[in-house]
Nanobody
Framework: QAQLAESGGGLVQAGGSLRLSCAVSGLTFSWYTMGWFRQAPGKEREFVAAVDWDTGFSTYYADSVKGRFTISRDNAKRAAYLQMNSLKPEDTAAYYC?????????????????WGQGTQVTVSS
């Protein structure tokens, strides 16, 4: 059974940084494109970033985080990461990692088969 577990969230001041991790078990990690999504209270879950399966050479970002966030993966550790710099109050949300078997890097939530439970990120002004 696939399990995705996010960690690394917390409270940070605007302009600060956080690094989220997603530990994956129960599936062949290198076969899965990994994505990060977020959901703020009262809003729909939105795409943040994705990294392609196996090599991790291809990445894709939402315009709102481009240049500030970096997604990466470590197949040996079966983990995906989201480095978040220059955080803004509008980045406050629950952040979720998701896995898409042999998928392209993309933003559509419906393409991701497995999801974690989320980790809260709060950015104070």
């Amino acid at each position: 059974q696939a399990q995705l577990a996010e960690s690394g969230g917390g409270l940070v001041q605007a302009g600060g940084s956080l690094r989220l991790s997603c530990a994956v078990s129960g599936l062949t990690f290198s076969w899965y494109t990994m994505g990060w999504f977020r959901q703020a209270p009262g809003k729909e879950r939105e795409f943040v970033a994705a990294v392609d399966w196996d090599t991790g050479f291809s990445t894709y970002y939402a315009d709102s985080v481009k240049g500030r966030f970096t997604i990466s993966r470590d197949n040996a550790k079966r983990a995906a990461y989201l480095q978040m710099n220059s955080l803004k109050p509008e980045d406050t949300a629950a952040y979720y990692c998701a896995a898409n078997r042999f998928g392209r890097v993309e933003a559509r939530r419906t393409e991701y088969e497995h999801w974690g439970q989320g980790t809260q990120v709060t950015v104070s002004s």
